[in-house]
């Protein structure tokens, strides 16, 4: 079974420039978290799709960050502008209840803000 | 809303000691699950052990089992025999049943293994 995938890996921007991470969760997973991971810290949850749809994104910083989930499978979230304080690593992770509710990661995307 | 709590920032064993991390949380829910991640420093997020809040019998994985105290909202993880690659952070996680059934993580704790 392929896990989740995020691209890129890594991602270096200057502050006020925009940036797009892309998730692809596993293969039937209806439920696709973003999480945002400051450094030393947990992770926040961002925003939770169930399928193609928003249900939860109360903690997401929506002057400046967007998501989206096409078609309920791939995933892009969108900041724009840029802050030094969004460096962080951006992690996804997708479940399903056939999983029995396991959430799977993916490696991450480490976004650096200068 | 649904917290959660480790008091413990860092924490430091022994190999082939065991070693328990502590977590606590709020909800006004029944029926939830728990869990324990490991992430190491390649940043991946692993699962090491679930428990399901309405059983009663605490979940062992090998060497990791828990302690988990619905009363008291405790869910503690005990690591017997620890090893080398047990060194990461661990995060205890609570999976609400009910509504958007939101993943919500504590602050985690860093475990460190002394050879």
């Known amino acids: 079974e392929a896990g989740v995938a995020q691209s890129p890996r890594y991602k270096i921007i200057e502050k006020r420039q925009s940036v797009a991470f892309w998730c692809n969760p596993i293969s039937g997973h209806a439920t696709l978290y973003w999480y945002q991971q400051i450094l030393g810290q947990g992770p926040k949850l961002l925003i939770q799709f169930q399928n193609n749809g928003v249900v939860d994104d109360s903690q997401l910083p929506k002057d400046r960050f967007s998501a989206e989930r096409l078609k309920g499978v791939d995933s892009t979230l969108k900041i724009q502008p840029a802050k030094l304080e969004d460096s962080a690593v951006y992690l996804c992770?997708?479940?399903?209840?056939?999983?029995?509710?396991?959430?799977?990661f993916g490696q991450g995307t480490r976004l650096t803000v200068v | 809303a649904q917290t959660v709590t480790q008091s413990q920032p860092e924490m430091s064993v022994q190999e082939a000691e065991t070693v328990t991390l502590s977590c606590t949380y709020d909800t006004s829910e029944s029926d939830y699950y728990l869990f324990w991640y490991k992430q190491p420093p390649s940043r991946q997020m692993i699962l090491v052990i679930r428990?399901?809040?309405?059983?009663?019998q605490n979940a062992t994985e090998n060497r990791f089992s828990v302690n988990f105290q619905k009363a008291a909202k405790s869910f503690s993880l005990k690591i017997s025999d620890s090893q080398l690659g047990d060194a990461a952070m661990y995060f205890c996680?609570?999976?609400?049943?009910?509504?958007?059934?939101?993943?919500?993580f504590g602050t985690g704790t860093r475990l460190t293994i002394i050879p």
């Open positions: 992770a997708s479940s399903s209840r056939a999983s029995n509710t396991e959430a799977f």
């Open positions: 996680a609570y999976l609400g049943m009910i509504g958007n059934e939101k993943l919500t």
């Open positions: 428990q399901e809040a309405y059983k009663q």
